[in-house]
C-alpha cells in the first residue's frame, strides 16, 4: 500500500492511494504482536533450552541506533512540516516513506521484545543457576531497547503527521465576545 501524505497532490490528507485511510499504529497490534512472540519464543525455548547456544545481546546496539536515528529524524521532519526547519522543502513521497518506516520498525521491535519477552519469562525461572542468568541479563536488555526503539518509532510517526489547517471557525468571535476584543 502507498501512503500519501498532506503534502501529496490528489487525494485527502491521511489517505492511502486506494482510498483507504491511513491510521496510526495502534497500541493494541504492537502488544498483541509483542504477545503473540513471546508465546512463541517462550514455547520454543521451553522444548530447546539445553540445546540453544547462550543469547547475544548483538540486537541491543542496532536497535538503540535506530532509535536514536528514529528520533532525530522524527525532530528534524517535525520542524520542517511546521516551517521551523531550514534546508531543501520536503519532498512528499519522502514523508510517506519515513512515515513506513515508523509503522514497520515499531512493528519490528514490538516482534523482537517479544521474543525477548518469552525467553526472559522462560529464563526467570532459573536465576540460580549461571547460563539461565546470563540469557535472562540479555533478554532483560534487549527487551528495553525494543521497547526504546517502539517509542522511537511511534514519535517519528507522530511526527509525520500534518499540521492540522486552522479552522474557518477559529477567526469568527465567539458568542459572548465583542468585536475587538479576545
Known sequence: MRY??????????????????????????????????????????????????????????????????????????????????????????????????????????AALGGLAAGFLIYAIGSLDKTVPRGDAAAAGITLASAAVLTGAALYLENCCRAPRPPDAQDDLPSAGSRPGRP
Not at 504482536?33 to 548483538?58: E, G, K, N
Open 4 to 109: 500519501r501524505t498532506a503534502f501529496s497532490s490528489g487525494r485527502a490528507r491521511g489517505y492511502a492511494e486506494d482510498g483507504a485511510p491511513v491510521k496510526p499504529t495502534r497500541l493494541r497490534t504492537l502488544l498483541a504482536i509483542a504477545a503473540s512472540c513471546a508465546l512463541a519464543a517462550w514455547l520454543a525455548v521451553r522444548a530447546t533450552f539445553a540445546s540453544l547456544p547462550p543469547l547475544p545481546w548483538t540486537a541491543v546496539p542496532a536497535m538503540l541506533l535506530l532509535a536514536i536515528g528514529e528520533t532525530g529524524i522524527g525532530r528534524n521532519l517535525q520542524a520542517r512540516i511546521r516551517g521551523r526547519g531550514s534546508g531543501k522543502p520536503l519532498v512528499p513521497t519522502a514523508v510517506a516513506q519515513v512515515a513506513a518506516l515508523a509503522k514497520a520498525s515499531s512493528a519490528a521491535a
